[in-house]
């Protein structure tokens, strides 16, 4: 039984309920249903989940190796169709918590994300960046504005959610949350570095955050709320300015009573990010099409 589908036809449960239903479960045993209530519903609210998905793209593509790949001299799918590349990612991690990884729709969604990367030759270790930075973004975005909305139940279901899909990637996830966590702040430590592909692509990133979420009367805004969401560290790396000093003083103060709501009010426990990012696809999903497009010019040349 995958995660979502133990509700059945189940319309709403109150934050209540879904909270003693997540104090119920085992984090080692219920992992896939927990990360999903957690992550995929309670806090599976589309600007919140994309705002993430930013600052973990921005911390990926700090890495000089990753970022050659995904920009391709700006031919890549993110410089063609921020909208779209993004969509498609958050589509794919979406019907991994809503399906869980062990399940035959989700170890095909992890599949099919493989076979899409293979003709890239990523790194093992770059890959596990990646799984890292999805794994932990939700706790450092929360850690930099002093809250702490996961119980530790939570935060180890999260990890071990994303260890089951390295294993199905085949990567040597290590053993433990910490060890898991220490691995990727060392990682950044010794390759961070500031590239031209890496601004691009962050600005793209920006592009995107600004376009999807703020009408045009308020789009001065936006750089400013991402900026002040990503560490210094990582504006320094990609060489963004400070954010403003009043958003900065204010930022937690928005988001606090943001995931508070998002907490209490009801929610559909069947729903997923895929629901709003994979809207523009027919249902049921086509697994084998998922991020299909034709290589470009450039993607062919390298091939040759």
Not at 10 to 15: A, E, K, Q, S, V
Not at 80 to 97: A, I, K, Y
Request: net charge positive; hydrophobic share 40%; charged share 25%.
């Amino acid at each position: 039984m995958t995660p979502a589908s133990a509700y059945g036809d189940c319309r709403f449960m109150t934050g209540r309920a879904m909270t003693r239903r997540i104090a119920a479960l085992d984090p080692v045993i219920d992992h896939e249903e927990i990360t999903h209530l957690s992550t995929g519903v309670r806090y599976g609210d589309p600007l919140f989940v994309h705002a993430a998905y930013t600052i973990a793209f921005a911390r990926q593509v700090a890495i000089p190796s990753i970022s050659r790949i995904v920009y391709r001299a700006g031919t890549g799918d993110m410089m063609r169709n921020v909208r779209q590349r993004n969509s498609d990612t958050l589509l794919f991690f979406g019907e991994m918590l809503r399906n869980g990884h062990s399940s035959a729709h989700g170890r095909a969604v992890i599949d099919r994300m493989e076979q899409i990367h293979a003709r890239f030759g990523i790194t093992d270790d770059d890959k596990l960046y990646t799984l890292g930075s999805l794994a932990f973004e939700a706790d450092r975005i929360l850690a930099s504005l002093d809250l702490d909305v996961f119980t530790g139940a939570e935060r180890l279901a999260r990890y071990l959610f994303w260890r089951g899909v390295g294993e199905r990637m085949g990567l040597d996830v290590p053993a433990t949350r910490a060890e898991f966590f220490a691995w990727t702040l060392d990682y950044e430590r010794r390759h961070y570095a500031s590239t031209e592909g890496g601004q691009a692509l962050v600005a793209q990133l920006l592009v995107d955050w600004e376009q999807r979420w703020f009408p045009p009367r308020l789009r001065r805004f936006a750089a400013p709320v991402m900026l002040a969401l990503l560490d210094e560290p990582l504006r320094a790396v990609h060489r963004l300015p400070d954010p403003p000093k009043y958003v900065s003083a204010n930022i937690s103060r928005v988001v606090r009573p943001y995931l508070a709501v998002a907490a209490a009010r009801p929610h559909n426990p069947n729903r997923s990010w895929s629901d709003y990012f994979g809207a523009a696809h027919r249902r049921p999903l086509n697994v084998e099409t998922l991020g299909h497009r034709a290589p470009s010019t450039h993607e062919q040349a390298e091939s040759v």
